[in-house]
Structure formats: C-alpha cells, structure tokens
C-alpha cells in the first residue's frame, strides 16, 4: 500500500510557544499571521507548556461531510483540500471541527485548513513537529445531503490580491499607525506618522520622539501628563528574533529618561493588532484596563482586579475573560505598582516584563491595571524572494548559533559560574565579588534539579527563559504538595541570590515569586535589600526602622517580610526604600555601600570600570546600554585602557544598540544582525537605508534620548561614585576613582 504523508505533533512538551510554525505556515503566502493553518495556545497559563492547535488528517473529516457544496474534497493521506471557486464561506466546516483547527480567511470569507507540506515542522527547531508517513485507509464515500445541509450563505467573495513588489514603506503598513488614548476621556484616535519611522526606524527611535512630543519639561512622572509611550520596530513580525517592545516614560526612578525592553507576545500582538507606536496619556479616576484586538479599543472597569495580592491572578482572571487566545499580550501591574513604589514592574506573559525605572508605578497612578493586545494581520514586504532568503538566513544563524545554543540549555543563568570564578559577581552586597554557594544556584545547578520548562518570546526559535518547578509541602496538611513554577534568569538570581547570601534554591525561588508577584523588579528590590541588611548591620538603622524584621544575609523570610513592606510602606522606612537605595541612603546614610547608578540600582556584574562606567552614562543606567562588561572582560584585564579610549568604545557600542532597540531586534541576537544584514533587512521591509546610513540613525537616537535627560534634569556632574566598587577587587585592575572621573570628563566632552 502507498505510503503517504500527514504532519504530526510528535512531542508538545517540548513547544516553546515561540509561534515560529505560525509564522512559517503564513510565510507561504503573506508575511504576518492572519494566514496560518496552525496555532499555539498555552495551556490556561504559559507555565502549563503549550497546545498545538491542526489538521490532524482524519480519514473521515467532519469538516468535509458538513459542507453543502462539496467545496472540500479527499485529501490523499487524511484530511482536505480546498475548492476556493466552490467555497461560500457558511463557516459549517469550522463549526464542525471540533479541535478548533479550521482557521478563517477573514479578507476572502473562507477557510484556511492545513495541506499537511511541512512547512511549519522544517522552521520548528526543538522537535515538536515533523512529518510522518501513514499507510492510505479507506476514505468512506458520503454525499452532502446526507447531513440535511443547503447552500445557504451568500455566494460572492472578495479575491486575495496577491503581494506587489513595493520599493517603499507600503502606505498601508500598519507600522506607521499610532495609537493615542486619553484614559481621562476614555477615548482614542489613530495618526499616520510615517516621519517617525522614516526618520528614527521604529522602537526606540520612534518612541524617544513620541515622548518629547508628549511629555511637557518637568512634569510629575506620577501625574496624567506623563505618558506611556510602547513602540515596536519595522522588523516586528516579520523576522525571527525581533520580538521586543520598548516603552518610554518620564521615570519615577530617576527623574529623567524611563525606558524598559520587554519580550513575550507584546510586540507581536501589538504589530499585528495594526499599530507600530500606542501612546497612554491622562489618568482614570477609577481603575480601568484597556482592551485593543484588531484595532477595536474597549475600556473595562478593573475595580475588582484593583488590589488583588498577586499579579499572576490578575493575569488568570483577564485571560478567561478577553479573547485571542495564543495572539494577545496582557500587560498588568502587581501592587507594587499601585501603591507607586518607584521601581514597580509591569508584567507581559508571566515571566517577561517591563523591568527597571518605574514604568509599574506609571500604570498605577494612571490607575491603569494592565493592557490587552492581539491582532491578526498580514504585513507587506518590498520582495517576497527576496524576504524569504534573508528570513532563512537569520534562522539558520540562530538556529545554529552556539551562542544561542548556550542560552536555550542554560539560560542567562549560565552566566552565574563563569562571572562567579572570575571574581565578578557581587555577593552580600558587593562585600565580596565571589560567592561560596554559587554552584547551587548557577545556570548548570538549576537546570538539573529544578528547571521544569523552557519559553520562548513570540517569533524567537531560542527559548532562553527557563522555569523553576519548586515543589513544596503543605504546611497543614500531609501528603499535600503545591507545585509553583518560577522564572529565573542571571539578573534576578544575581539579586535574590548572591547579593543577598542566599545559597538554597528554594528559598532564592520562594522569595523571587513573592517580589514577581507583587510586581516589583528583581534586581532593584535585591539591591535595595542588600543596602538595607548592611544598614542594620551597622547601626544606621535598627529594627524599630525596620518594623521588627531582622534582616540578615541568606534569610529568605525576613526578606520576604521586608519586601512585603516595601509595597505597604507601614512606616517612613520602608516609604524611603520604595523609592530606591539611593533615596534611602540619602536620608539613613551608608552612600558609599548604596549601589546605584545614575539612580538606578545595580546590575551583576563587577568586572572593572567598563562595568561601572556604563552603568553611570548608560541612557537608561543599565549593563544593557553598552555592555562595559564586556569590554571588561575581552580587552581591560589583558591592558588597561586610556579613559577616553573606553569612553570611546562604549558609545560605539551603545550607539549601534539604538538601532537594534529600534527595529527592535532582541540584544542576544547582536551578533546576527550585523549592520549589512541588518540593511537587506530593512530592503525586503520597504526602508531604502545602507549598513552605511546605520551609524548616523544610531548616534542621532542616542544624542534625542540624551537631549530628554538633560530636559528634566539630568547632570554628569552628579553622577555619585558608590566607594564600595573601588574597595572590593573587581576582575579587572588597573582603575581607580581618578580614572572614572576622567572618564566621566571625557563622556561629558563627547556629548557637548
């Protein structure tokens, strides 16, 4: 007997929920989504792993009996085939699969069943999905009539126009839309504005416009007239591994540049929902969230989601209640973030968020709960061949990267060991740059006894977020076991673990899922609590400061105590400490052990001065801005640098990344856009630029961005040098006060 063909879902465990089949499937036709035959749902949560929504080829397909008109015919192998001329679009052959696997063509009103060519299984990189052979059954004979159905729907449809090659920015790319709605009014508009990304790209570079367009000089990052402003990229949902988001807000934090990176579904959702920029300006006077699918904005009441204690309820609750399961993005804040603590978090998908310098505190005093996007659409592009090549070309790189490889088995936790051997991790505080219980906690230890599932963002093949299963007792009841599953990267685990003492796993967990529930960020509240345990050990404080808790390193639950005060703010203690360690320090004492930069708390990495010196002239204050780490490593502990030199490099560097945060590329995969690449890119996306024109977009953005700081505020003259990195021996030598301080002259030279 013949053998024949069907695909298969071999292994749904090991679904990432990256949607790269959803993307492949309708690469054959249309770039976008609204042309996939397959579809990836979590499984009521994203720590629950993933369904895989297709045709299974049934031999008998139901589909097939209930059509009136015969316009789905046998498909050798199991399954059907499409008659397009035939098709009324009755939408009988949706209703009657019951997997949900029979999608809609809403432009042309017909169905869109998978033809089973493995498409989707070759761009599928963990397994999931693969073609297999089946031996042909006997495909019963049935008529129409027999199911006591008539042609009943109207007869005309309208034709899919097929793709036009465009030698520009098509005029109907919905990147160019922007959204603006007034949470005061409770309205909304849409504007065309195609000299944002003309001129600035997208993401970063659209989004740094929108904010000084938006944001008066010196206004209340906590009031209405401070807005939210998310952006994504020309790239978005187009190629794989452009799956951020940025947003930009007048910080908390800081008092200056607000800006957080964001992956998940976000930028996907908020692409294919037709936008390229949304803009949030006023404040609601009573709690709202904010409903856009397809472009249809809805404002809800979140009155009942206003102070529930954990944000992944919240999450629950608007997912059984909002539609475009396995499309939407829903951001919300925790109570962090309405109770305004300064470094509160907004949270996408559970365990991507939009992390550092307040943005959850910005949601709060626009008593803004949490915004839903999903959208389905197809995008244009300049030349299909073209596109597909240079879409194959970065999947290979990714795929194939090792690089990449390290953060799918590892994640970014990986990093813990190696920084750790190295002298370069902050521990207790920055007391030490090395941590004795650092192999318990490292990318290997939580990887083989607790890692309990791997994610991905929309549209990326690597899957660098790693779940924790931590599987704890009941304390009542025997006998009864609670399952949580936890997120960890390097940051957070740099944070709650090492920086604090502690070496146990689960506590370190225990304690990360209460801060991520509550909707602060990691990192800040880490720090914050490191500064604070040394505080109390010096006498600055003492436990009438502290409400009774005895903080203490490696003590899980008084830090759990702790960071619940932060968020109630009982006292003007733990007021102070929601507002961030240099606050803090600034009215206890103990500057020179308060880790911050430019205001905002430290990152991991205690490598030498391009560390320090990136985090102090960093636009947004973070080891993302510029990477000084690395210069650090690769080129400062084999020969110091003259400061000029270093200052030098790191705007380079910090420069080029405006161009990644604005189309808007995931920083992991730097080494896979280059600027060449980069430029064909663009072509296939209808932008006409040269890897040459790269350099002068990226230098532009960053000198807008720095134009916003010095606005509101922002002085290199004071910048504050925390003694504590020049006291503890950092894994390059060779620097020194001094030596930061010229280079801060040099930096401030530079962008005169």
Known sequence: MAKLVRLAVVDPERCVGCQCCMFACARRHEPGLAESCIGIKSLGGMEKGFTVIVCRACEDPPCARVCPVDALRL??????????????????????CVLGAVYWDDQINKPMICVHCGTCAKYC?????????????????????????????????????????????????????????????????????????????????????????????????????????LAVGPLTGLFPLASKAVAMYKSPHTGNLGESHCGGRTAVALRMAGFGAMVINGASTLPVYVAIHNGSVQFRDASTLWGMGSSFT????????????????????????????????????TYRHFGRLGLGAVFGAKKLKAVVISGKRTLPVADMKQYRKVYDEVHRAAV????????????????????????????????????????????????????????????????????????????????????????????????????????????????????????????????????????LEQGLITAAETDGVSLAWGDGAAYAAAVERIVRQPNEFYRALARGVDFAAARYGGQDFALAFGGNEMPGYHTGPGAHLGHLIGARHSHLDNAGYSVDQKVFVKQPIPPAELVESLLAEERWRQILSSLVVCFFA?????????????????????????????????????????REGFSVDDLRLPRRIFETPALAGGWDEPYVREALGCFRQAMA
Not at 75 to 96: N, P, Q, S, Y
Not at 161 to 183: E, M, R, W
Not at 461 to 469: E, K, L, S, T, W
């Open 125 to 229: 990189p963990h397994g999931v999905l693969e073609l297999e052979e089946r031996e042909a059954g006997t495909v019963p004979i049935f008529a129409p009539a027999k199911m006591g159905l008539s042609p009943s729907a109207p007869t005309t449809a309208t034709a899919r126009i097929p793709t036009q090659a465009k030698t520009g920015l098509s005029p109907s790319d919905p990147l160019s839309n922007v959204l603006y709605v007034d949470l005061t009014k409770k309205s909304f508009r849409v504007e065309r504005r195609a000299d944002l990304f003309a001129e600035n790209l997208g993401g970063a570079g659209a989004a740094i416009r929108l904010l000084d367009e938006e944001c008066p000089a010196g206004c209340d990052p906590l009031g209405p007239e401070n807005p939210i402003v």
């Open 670 to 710: 730097r080494g896979v856009y280059q600027p060449e690449l980069v430029a064909r890119a663009l072509q296939v996306a209808g932008v006409d630029l040269s890897a040459d024109d790269l350099p002068r977009i990226g230098k532009a953005i960053h000198a807008e961005k720095y134009r916003f700081k010095f």
């Open 314 to 349: 919240v999450g629950r609750v608007i997912r059984n209640n909002e539609p475009a399961a396995g499309l939407r993005t829903i951001m919300r804040i925790g109570r962090a973030g309405e109770q305004l603590v300064s470094y509160a978090s907004v949270t996408s998908e």
């Open 400 to 535: 194939d990267s090792p690089v990449m490889k390290k953060y799918h088995d590892l994640g970014t936790a990986e990093n813990i060991a190696p920084l750790n051997q190295l002298g370069g991790l902050p521990t207790r505080n920055l007391k030490q740059a090395r941590f004795e219980a650092a192999e318990a906690i490292s990318g290997e230890g939580m990887a083989e006894h607790y890692l309990g599932r791997r994610l991905a963002c929309s549209h990326c093949p690597v899957a660098c977020i790693h779940v924790a299963a931590l599987r704890e007792p009941h304390p009542a009841e025997p006998y009864f076991y609670k399952t949580s599953m936890i997120g960890y990267d390097y940051e957070p685990i740099y944070a709650i673990g090492s920086m604090l003492g502690i070496g146990e796993p689960p506590a370190m967990l225990k304690l990360m899922d209460r801060i991520e529930a509550l909707g602060l960020d990691v990192m800040t509240a880490g720090v914050v609590l490191a500064w604070a345990t040394e505080a």
């Open 75 to 96: 498909r050798k192998g199991g399954g059907v085939l499409l008659d397009a001329a035939k098709c009324i679009g009755c939408g009988h052959c949706r209703e009657a």
